[in-house]
């Protein structure tokens, strides 16, 4: 959003609230006119003053437009022709500040919705996970309309606050980032709020942070947070972060929850993409390693002087280049990490075996052979099968070589 744009929009919102404030109150004193005056109870639904909030002046002002309508409908009751004009021009005002106030909030929308569709479209350009977590902040302040952005990770129960963006850094801002640093670890559990975001997995608003009893205090204490909205960051099935956006001065909005969700989901995104393809690059890298090693191995199998003597001397003066075997015997690493079976059942995924041939081989059960499998990968700190057989063969292909 421009400064332009901005400042337009905030005096156009100046504008509809002063007027709807005005037919809120001429309205009001009309209904209350009269001897056939309307029924308190009813006028009192449209609050005994204007509110700030647009959107709930509006409804204020429709409950005053549907009971004017009506008394100018009902024949019993008695109006003269100054009256019924007088009633008639406070209904052509009450609809006039109603459609302003529509046309703002529905152009408003637009506008913010334009604006993070290119801020999306700026984060799917770019490629790197660390590039990402940089500027998501910064990216989320401009796409969605937000003074600023606060970036937390979730690990294990645990949140994290973790890089925060202002568009004004001030005093209040330099505390807040110090505070970020400085802040330990702290269990969801103790939070409310943030629990909500991960159990429910959407959006949530904070309307007054000093009288909300979700809010976490010292994070509204450290940030100066009044109203608020936050999202969290889903990868898979789980949560791994959440989002905090405000502006200063001002209410959020459900508009502004719906944005900041929209942001949270597409980063998400962009950000899993990110770290599958760093994934991808490294077992590329991986494998291309392996097979130069295999190429050298192999090279020197078919390269090896041949001499006259016999298979089983192995110190016979014939054999001038000893050949190195396809696959070295077992580097103590492994022995220490894995059990016998475990080496047997690792030694025959790589041979690319399933989970019942294995169990064939090894004349055990599939669930058996599938709870070994599961213990080779977490003694490795692998995630799955390829990144085992990976290892395992950067640890045995060549492993004398050197």
Request: with cysteine; hydrophobic share 45%.
């Amino acid at each position: 959003m421009t400064q332009s744009t901005s400042a337009v929009a905030a005096k156009r919102r100046a504008e509809l609230a002063r007027t709807g404030a005005a037919v809120h109150g001429e309205a009001r004193r009309l209904l209350a006119a009269g001897p056939a005056a309307a029924d308190p109870d009813d006028v009192a639904e449209a609050g005994a003053t204007p509110a700030a909030d647009l959107r709930t002046l509006d409804g204020q002002l429709a409950v005053l437009q549907g009971l004017l309508r009506e008394r100018l409908r009902d024949v019993d009751v008695a109006l003269d022709r100054t009256e019924v004009a007088e009633h008639s021009q406070v209904l052509h005002e009450l609809h006039q500040v109603r459609f302003g106030i529509h046309d703002l909030l529905g152009n408003e929308r637009l506008r913010r919705l334009d604006q993070l569709d290119s801020g999306l479209q700026e984060l799917r350009r770019i490629t790197d996970q660390n590039a990402l977590l940089e500027v998501a902040c910064e990216l989320g302040t401009r796409a969605g309309g937000f003074e600023r952005v606060m970036l937390s990770r979730v690990e294990d129960g645990v949140w994290r606050p973790w890089r925060s963006h202002s568009t004004v850094m001030a005093g209040a801002e330099r505390r807040f980032a110090e505070w970020i640093r400085e802040v330990p670890s702290i269990q969801l559990s103790h939070m409310v709020l943030e629990s909500e975001l991960v159990r429910r997995r959407e959006g949530v608003m904070v309307v007054d942070a000093s009288r909300d009893p979700r809010v976490y205090a010292p994070l509204a204490e450290a940030s100066e947070l009044r109203s608020y909205v936050a999202a969290p960051i889903i990868s898979g099935e789980r949560v791994i972060g959440l989002l905090h956006a405000d502006n200063r001065g001002s209410e959020v909005t459900p508009l502004d929850r719906d944005i900041l969700w929209s942001f949270a989901i597409g980063f998400a995104q962009v950000y899993e993409r990110a770290v599958l393809l760093a994934r991808l690059r490294d077992q590329r890298a991986e494998v291309l390693r392996v097979m130069r090693t295999v190429e050298t191995v192999l090279e020197a199998l078919a390269t090896s002087e041949i001499e006259l003597a016999t298979h089983h001397e192995p110190t016979a003066v014939a054999v001038t280049r000893p050949l190195r075997p396809l696959v070295a015997e077992r580097p103590a690493m492994l022995e220490k990490l894995l059990t016998q079976r475990e080496l047997e059942v690792l030694a025959l995924m790589a041979t690319g075996a399933t989970n019942d041939r294995i169990a064939q081989r090894l004349v055990i059960a599939t669930a058996t052979v599938k709870s070994h499998v599961k213990q080779v990968l977490r003694k490795l700190r692998v995630e799955n099968r390829a990144e085992a057989i990976s290892t395992y063969l950067r640890l045995t292909i060549g492993a004398h070589d050197e």
